[in-house]
């Protein structure tokens, strides 16, 4: 019984570190990197998804962001990649 509930436990610690390490690419949301559209509804569904699956990485893709109020959440990444900018 006590090996089935350490596997148990190891298999849940898996399943939490997976879905950290997912990507949410705020283009998939809407988001536009022309440096003039709104982009935060964009981003913050994109962090919400993120947040829902148990954590991860918003990722912003090179572009310029323009947003306003961004609601950050627990076990979430933000990582804007070479040549991304947030306005």
């Given at each position: 019984m006590k090996k089935i509930t350490i596997v148990l436990i190891n298999?849940?610690?898996?399943i939490t570190l997976?879905?950290?390490n997912e990507y949410y690419n705020i283009v998939h949301f809407g988001a536009k990197g022309d440096g003039?559209?709104?982009n935060t509804k964009a981003i913050n569904d994109?962090?919400?998804a993120a947040s829902k699956a148990g954590g991860g990485t918003v990722f912003f893709p090179a572009g310029n962001y323009l947003s306003y109020t961004i609601r950050l959440k627990s076990h979430i990444t933000i990582y804007l990649d070479q040549g991304a900018?947030?306005?």
């Open positions: 298999l849940l610690i898996s997976i879905a950290q003039k559209t709104n994109a962090i919400n900018i947030l306005i």
